[in-house]
């Protein structure tokens, strides 16, 4: 049996290696990695994707998450007009999920930062490189994605629209997002949902997409998420903004993009992309 103090030398071995961030819940794919049995000090899901071809980077399929569903009976539930939490971190050590929590902060990272976190200078990036922000304020924003398809083969760019954004995150480890109160109920088996990520700079411009099976509680709504468009830089020009359903954000990829900006600017789920903070109440037909 491991003692605590080799736990804890793993655990910071595996982070300085490959630290990034992803949302822990119960209903998450690939919960205890790829293998057979528990895992607790598991970060294969946080990995970020980049210059992939659609066919590796659609729903981590170049890690093999996709094949590795939540057990029955675990779901994210997603209470209509409501609200739900995941904890953001580098690892699922970090987490109440693994070793009763007893590595969790209130931070992704689990150590102790001051309330106002911020790199040492404007230039600089947080001493966490894994944020990828400089403050709280530079941290681009994350959200979750629906598709009502329980089979994972059916979801498409086209059906799996973003429904909820949580502005200046990932930053603290419990991150609380929003459900819009016309969501429908799931299909028979659940819905899939996607915890999506793109950081605004401070390293490699990559995004981030892992999985989930989902479902929507508390809901007798008979509305009908529309189709997904892409979505459009639109900076601080409402206007031209994509309206309603919009699909994830697919960017610098090897194929399969969906988006273009403008040089020296990174897409993210925020008000610069069209998406308003908070639930996605214009996303039905």
Not at 50 to 59: G, I, N, T, Y
Not at 190 to 202: H, T
């Amino acid at each position: 049996m491991r003692t605590t103090a080799t736990i804890i030398a793993t655990l910071a071995l595996a982070i300085s290696v490959e630290a990034h961030v992803a949302a822990f819940v119960k209903g998450m794919f690939c919960e205890n990695g790829t293998g057979p049995g528990q895992e607790e000090n598991m970060s294969i899901v946080v990995n970020p994707l980049w210059d992939l071809p659609k066919s590796q980077w659609w729903m981590q399929h170049d890690r093999g998450c996709d094949n590795f569903p939540p057990a029955d009976g675990e779901s994210l539930e997603l209470p209509a007009g409501g609200s739900f939490t995941v904890e953001l971190a580098h690892n699922k050590a970090q987490t109440t999920l693994a070793f009763n929590g007893q590595f969790t902060s209130e931070w992704p990272d689990g150590k102790s930062h001051p309330e106002d976190w911020h790199s040492p200078s404007p230039d600089a990036c947080l001493d966490d490189g894994a944020m990828h922000a400089h403050n709280e304020s530079t941290a681009a924003g994350t959200a979750f994605a629906i598709s009502y398809n329980s089979d994972i083969s059916k979801v498409t760019m086209e059906n799996l629209a973003v429904f909820t954004v949580l502005e200046h995150t990932p930053w603290k480890r419990v991150a609380t997002y929003q459900v819009p109160a016309d969501l429908p109920p799931c299909p028979e088996g659940g819905c899939y949902c996607a915890w999506l990520w793109v950081p605004d700079g401070c390293g490699e411009p990559n995004m981030y997409m892992a999985n989930y099976r989902c479902h929507v509680t508390g809901s007798s709504s008979t509305k009908t998420v529309a189709p997904a468009k892409a979505p459009k830089y639109c900076g601080d020009n409402k206007a031209a903004c994509v309206p309603g359903a919009k699909q994830m954000i697919a960017w610098n990829q090897a194929d399969g993009n969906n988006v273009e900006v403008p040089n020296g600017v990174s897409p993210g789920y925020n008000q610069g992309m069209g998406w308003a903070p908070g639930a996605q109440n214009d996303i039905f037909l």
